[in-house]
Each structure stands twice: as structure tokens, then as C-alpha cells.
């Protein structure tokens, strides 16, 4: 399914057009238009899928492992130290188009780019009880 009020859906099927750095029947991927960093590139769908909840495990795998390749390609290319692979799924998670898509940010020291979160206290048996009922429902 294309959802015509879809930007990334309309880049998908390149009637908005994009810097692409490959594209396959499944997917086309991107720089990001808003880099966060030189090199910051996004992996999008062709088929619409709001988030990863609604990805098939084929497309998803298609993807993943395609992001290794373009990763390595944008090392080599922009010379980075490092790489956030990340994925958001719904607005609280800072989703902000609902079109799947895969980000790849190069990273360098002091960059000023931020991706971390405050870490929470947990008790081992609560971490044992919650991996026992997620593992029931895979």
C-alpha cells in the first residue's frame, strides 16, 4: 500500500526528489535533508508501513541488512569515527514522520549530536519476570 498524504511514500516512488544513494524494490535510501550529521542518511520503505509494528519480518530483514553495507559505504565515504543506527516508532518515542525508516548517523567526537537517555534502576527478579513474559509472547 502508498499512502498518497505520505511524504516518504512520494520519495519512495521518486515523485519528490531525493539524493539516493541506492534503491531497491523494496526500499530506497536516502540522505536525510536534515542531517544531523554530513552523511546522515535515512532507509525508507516503498511500501507504506507506519512503524515497526506494522514491518514484516522479510522487509525488515532486507533492510537491516542492507544498513550494514550503506553504514560501512558512509564510513569510508565521510571518514566518521562511529554510527547511531536508530529506528523511532511512535510520537513519544520521537517519530515524526509514520513511515518506517531506518536512520544511519555518522558520529565524530564532540559532534554536538545527542542520542542519550537517563538510565533507570531495576531489581534482577523484575528484569528475570519481564524476560520471561516478553519471551511467551515471541
Known sequence: MIKDDCIFCKIAKGEIPSATIYESSEFRCILDV???????ALIITKEHYDNIF????????????FATV?????????GCEGMNVLQNNGAVAGQTVNHFHLHLVPRNTDDGVNMSWK?????ASEQQALAKSIKSRI
Open 34 to 40: 536534515a542531517p544531523a550529521n554530513k552523511g546522515h
Open 54 to 65: 506494522q514491518l514484516d519480518a522479510e522487509t525488515a530483514a532486507k533492510i537491516f541488512s
Open 70 to 78: 550503506a553504514a560501512k559505504a558512509i564510513k569510508e565515504e565521510t
Open 119 to 123: 538510565t533507570m534502576e531495576t531489581e
